[in-house]
Nanobody, 123 residues
Framework: QVQLVQSGGGLVQAGGSLRLSCAASGRSISSYTMGWFRQAPGKEREFVSA????????YYADSAKGRFTISRDNAKNTVYLQMNSLKPEDTAVYYC????????????????WGQGTQVTVSS
C-alpha cells in the first residue's frame, strides 16, 4: 500500500503561482509513476502532469505545458507541481496519484490517490 498526502493549494489571483506537494509513504515508489490530475466542478477528472520516478521522465497536458513543472525529491519521497501563470480555468481540485502505469494520462490505471486539494484562481 502507498499513502499519498497532499499539501499546498489555495486561492491566488490570475497570473500568480502555487506549488502543490504530494508526500508518499508505505511501500517503495521507486518503480512508480506519479501523476497529477484535476477535476473542476461538473467536469471529468483530467490529466495534468506525470513523472516517472526512475529516470525522471516528465509528461504534461497541453494545458500545462510551459506553465507547470513537475519534479520529485527522492530523499523526501515527494512530488511537486509548480504552477505559474495561473488562469481562472485552472480552478479545480487537484489530485496526486501513483502506480505502475502504462498510459500516464489514464486515471483508471492509478491505484493510489491523494486526498485532493483545492486550487482557486480568481480573475
Amino acid at each position: 500500500q502507498v499513502q499519498l498526502v497532499q499539501s499546498g493549494g489555495g486561492l491566488v489571483q490570475a497570473g500568480g503561482s502555487l506549488r502543490l506537494s504530494c508526500a508518499a509513504s508505505g511501500r517503495s515508489i521507486s518503480s512508480y509513476t506519479m501523476g497529477w490530475f484535476r477535476q473542476a466542478p461538473g467536469k471529468e477528472r483530467e490529466f495534468v502532469s506525470a513523472i516517472v520516478w526512475i529516470g525522471g521522465t516528465t509528461y504534461y497536458a497541453d494545458s500545462a505545458k510551459g506553465r507547470f513543472t513537475i519534479s520529485r525529491d527522492n530523499a523526501k519521497n515527494t512530488v511537486y507541481l509548480q504552477m505559474n501563470s495561473l488562469k481562472p480555468e485552472d480552478t479545480a481540485v487537484y489530485y496526486c496519484a501513483a502506480g505502475r502505469i502504462v498510459t500516464v494520462a489514464r486515471s483508471s490505471e492509478y491505484p493510489y490517490w491523494g486526498q485532493g486539494t483545492q486550487v482557486t484562481v480568481s480573475s
